[in-house]
């Protein structure tokens, strides 16, 4: 399927896209309010739910905002190559995890987004007010995966 064709369709089947699609699609995460569909060979998520895929914009807003320097980059504007956007997503959903639950362990899998989104609301009055610094320090400890060598066989 040509790619230009693919996003025609994905935009008019998808009309309420997961912001964190790339990390669900990988397996890093899971969402109880994510709905995965096919088109042609290739898969999508979908959010069901206006609010939550409102918070979720919200927070990935302010996690690329408040990681610029650790991803090193001049401005937040624009689209993430997939690596960066994977360390934001990931990390920041890790790092979100240990403010919510700190006496829970990071989990390598974060099993519901919504419901890790819903457990800082509840421990902190808005996601602008949560505590920046150690939801950095897990998207800058974020690796994901290790380039392979190419060795000759």
Do not use: W
């Not at 569909?37 to 919200?58: K, M, N, Y």
């Not at 920041?92 to 829970?104: F, K, N, S």
């Not at 974060?110 to 009055?125: N, Q, S, W, Y």
């Amino acid at each position: 399927m040509d790619n230009q064709v693919f996003r025609e369709t994905y935009r008019a089947v998808n009309e309420r896209f997961c912001p964190f699609e790339k990390s669900i699609l990988t397996n890093h995460c899971r969402c109880s309010r994510a709905q995965r569909f096919c088109i042609a060979e290739r898969e999508g998520v979908r959010c069901g739910s206006d609010a939550a895929q409102a918070r979720c914009l919200e927070l990935l807003d302010h996690l690329r905002r408040q990681s610029r320097f650790a991803l090193r980059m001049r401005d937040g504007q624009g689209a993430l190559p997939h690596a960066k956007a994977m360390r934001v997503q990931v990390g920041g959903l890790r790092g979100l995890h240990a403010v919510a639950l700190p006496e829970a362990p990071i989990p390598g899998i974060i099993e519901d987004i919504h419901g890790t989104i819903e457990a800082a609301l509840a421990r902190f009055p808005a996601l602008a007010a949560l505590p920046y610094q150690p939801i950095i320090r897990q998207i800058a400890a974020y690796q994901g995966r290790r380039k392979r060598s190419r060795r000759p066989r």
